[in-house]
Every structure is written in C-alpha cells, then in structure tokens.
C-alpha cells in the first residue's frame, strides 16, 4: 500500500515526472551523436525511468535511494546510444549532478531547508516541483544549441531566446493559476499537462522543422556537388580534346619553325614556339588530386588565367576526402580566388601573379594565397571591406571564410606588405576513413 495519499502535489508530481521524459531526451540528445537501439526499445527505457522513479516516491521518498536510482536508470537510457562505457558512466553522472542542484536550489528557494537524504522526504510545494523540471529543461535545450554550434549547425537568436522564454512564461502562468483564487485541484492538475505539454510540443515541432532544414540543405549541397562533378569532367574533356587537336596540330607547327630556321628566320621561329606555348599554358589543370569539389573550384575559378597573363603557382595536396563540407570548400576557395583574381587584374599585366596552396596534413588543411594588389586596401571599423563599386553586394568574402575557419576551429591571418596581399587559412579536419 502507499505511503502517501494522491494529493494535489502528488499527482503534479506524477505528471511533472512524466516530463522528465522529455528533459532526459534532450539531455542525452545532447550527450550522445547516435542511437543505436530500436525506437520502441529507446522509448521504453525512458518510460522505465518514469515508473522506476514514481514508484520509489510513492512506496520509499528517501532521497538516498532515490538518487541511486536515477543514476541506475539513466545509465541504463544511455545504453541506447552509440558511446564507449566512460562516456555512458560521465552522461548519467553530469545528468544526475545538474538535476539534484537545481532541484537543491528551488527546495531552499521555497523555504524547504531542514531534510535528510536518509530519511523520507516532506517537501509538498506544487510550485517548487514544477519547477525543477522547467530549469532543468531549459538547461538541457540550451546544452543542445550548443551543440548543434559545434555540429556546424547555425542556431538563430530566436531559438536561444525561446530556449529560455518559453519554459520561463509557461511557468509563470502556472504561479498565475496555482495562487488564483478559489482555483480548484483539477484546475491546477489540467494546467501543469498543458504547460508542460506546450513545452515539448513547442521544441518538438521546432525540431521537425530544423530537421526538414537540415534536409533541405544537405539536398542543396548534393546538387552543388553534381555540378561541381559535371564542371570538373566538362573542364577535363574540353582539355582532353584540346590537347588532341593541339598534337595534331603540333606536327605542322614543327615543320613551320624546322622551315623558318633554316633559311635563318629565327625570331619568327622563336614567335611560333612562343605561341605553341602560350596555347599549352592556357589548358593547364591546376588541381588534380581526385578530390572533385576541391579540383573542381579551383580549375574553374583559374581556367581564364591564361588569356589575362596571369602567372599562376598552384600546389594542391589533400586526399579525394577529407571530411570537409562541400559547401564550406566552395565557400573558403571561391571567395579566397574571386578576391585574389578580382585584385590581380588591376596591376600592370607584367607583374601579374597568384600563389595558391592547399596542403592537408595530419587533420589540418593548410591554405595559403598571395598576390599583388594596386588600390589601397581599405578598413571599416577595424575590418577590411571590399573596394567593388558595389559595395553593398560585395565584401563579405574574408568575413565568410573566416566564419568557416572558426567552424572547424581553425583562423584566418590577412597581411598586406609592399603591395603584397596574402591571406592564411588553417582548418582543423578528420579524415573520413571510407573509400
């Protein structure tokens, strides 16, 4: 038989426990990158922590036990999850540690001090229990933010603010109706369900949404890649089929200059090498590593170079893949090389270059341009802005190669010396082992 009748706070207690089945969720989501039990296996777990618990309250309430409890029960959740056995042991531990100081925290704040962990528990404040799960949970959501920022995963202002605000003002309308006057027990009941269950409809659906998101632009950046790919193969047949025009083409061409030496014309001889040159120089692949999205931005961004007298450096070293996102190589490198070309060809043909490299090695990509420049670089507010006409539309090239830099932990260094401008990149990556 229980020990405790099913009062008012006994049955908030109940409910608010059942919505620890969502806090537990959104702290292992937080902890944990994959699941790999079944879904009705995962649930049912989460379930057995509500049973679990609620029994030990209604049957025991000695914080002692109960604590040992959670802990067991929440180790046994995280065995759902893709993890080595420290990682499981460490979840469970911070999980537990966070939730018994909040729930510390909001006992003293609502005057509960003298308990024992030994003996059974008194506290009855109906306030003070839905609370704790409310904190604990705008917790949990705000550990996973930030980890969708380490993921790579832009979390926008509104979702942090909601992160707080929703919790916090569904909580406050439940202290609006628990101390209403003539507020009935059913009343304050069917409030805490729909309180709490506005909070987890809210950031469920939010997370439908993002994972929609999340779709979307993995479809986009498989649509890039598939270009990138029909760029790199159309820049290599066109090459394919200019260099067979230019070897049958070449035996003439040899005849001509054998023909103007030996009657002593030597400078039309030289002018007819010096062309034979300049068409070879004009079809070079600058990437070849088999890394298409690399390969495939950097031959395109530097197939005209040739015709504008532009002397290139290119040495490009990293494997066919290296775990970088397709999206973000076309966003350090295109932008890297529209500003060097774009700088480039406003110096005197004669001194026209770019210094282009691209080295991985041991998880980190190296990247290093250098070109001259004519115009004054000029500075807003402590940042390089661009010298386009348009400038409204221009600009944010560093600003976003940096921001990519920073996404995988990495930095940018710009410098610019006796007409020199170069631009460093380093991006810490993990080779992705998977031929």
């Not at 704790?132 to 509104?158: C, E, G």
């Not at 909580?171 to 009343?187: A, G, K, M, P, R």
């Amino acid at each position: 038989m229980c020990k405790v009748k099913f009062d008012t706070y006994t049955i908030v207690y109940l409910i608010t426990n059942l919505f620890s089945i969502a806090v537990n969720h959104r702290f292992m989501m937080a902890f944990f990158e994959q699941r790999r039990s079944k879904v009705w296996i995962c649930g049912l777990s989460y379930f057995s922590y509500f049973v679990g618990t609620s029994l030990l309250y209604l049957y025991v309430d000695i914080p002692i036990l109960t604590l040992l409890a959670n802990y067991a029960l929440l180790f046994f959740i995280s065995l759902n999850y893709k993890a080595g056995m420290l990682k499981r042991v460490l979840s469970a531990l911070y999980i537990l540690i966070f939730c018994v100081i909040t729930e510390t925290i909001i006992v003293a704040c609502t005057g509960y001090f003298q308990f024992s962990i030994f003996s059974e528990g008194g506290y009855n404040n109906v306030l003070g229990v839905i609370a704790v799960p409310l904190i604990t949970y705008v917790a949990a959501l705000l550990l996973y933010n930030f980890k969708s920022v380490r993921r790579y995963h832009n979390v926008k202002l509104s979702t942090w603010l909601a992160s707080v605000l929703m919790p916090v003002v569904t909580f406050i309308l439940n202290v609006l109706i628990v101390h209403s006057e003539d507020v009935t027990q059913t009343e304050v009941i069917v409030a805490t369900i729909l309180i709490l269950l506005v909070n987890v409809t809210t950031f469920y659906l939010y997370d439908s949404l993002t994972a929609n998101y999340i779709k979307l632009s993995e479809a986009a950046v498989l649509e890039k890649e598939r270009e990138l790919y029909y760029n790199q193969c159309t820049m290599m047949q066109n090459s394919t089929n200019e260099l067979r025009a230019f070897r049958h083409d070449l035996k003439n061409q040899l005849i001509g200059v054998s023909e103007l030496m030996g009657v002593g014309k030597y400078e039309e001889a030289k002018e007819l090498v010096g062309g034979l040159s300049g068409k070879l120089n004009t079809k070079i692949l600058f990437s070849a590593t088999g890394n298409i999205p690399i390969d495939s931005i950097i031959n395109y961004k530097l197939q005209s170079v040739g015709n504008e007298q532009i002397r290139v450096e290119a040495e490009v070293a990293v494997p066919e893949d290296f775990g970088m996102n397709v999206s973000d190589s076309i966003t350090v490198l295109g932008n890297l090389l529209d500003n060097a070309l774009h700088a480039v060809r406003q110096v005197e043909e004669s001194e026209r270059y770019l210094k282009l490299k691209v080295v991985f090695d041991k998880e980190r990509l190296m990247i290093h341009c250098a070109n001259p420049y004519a115009t004054e670089v000029q500075y807003e507010n402590g940042k390089i802005v661009s010298t386009k006409t348009n400038r409204k539309e221009h600009g944010f090239g560093l600003k976003n190669i940096e921001a990519v830099a920073k996404k995988y932990n990495g930095c940018m260094n710009v410098n610019h010396n006796n007409g020199v401008f170069t631009v460093d990149a380093l991006l810490y990556l993990t080779v992705d082992c998977k031929k």
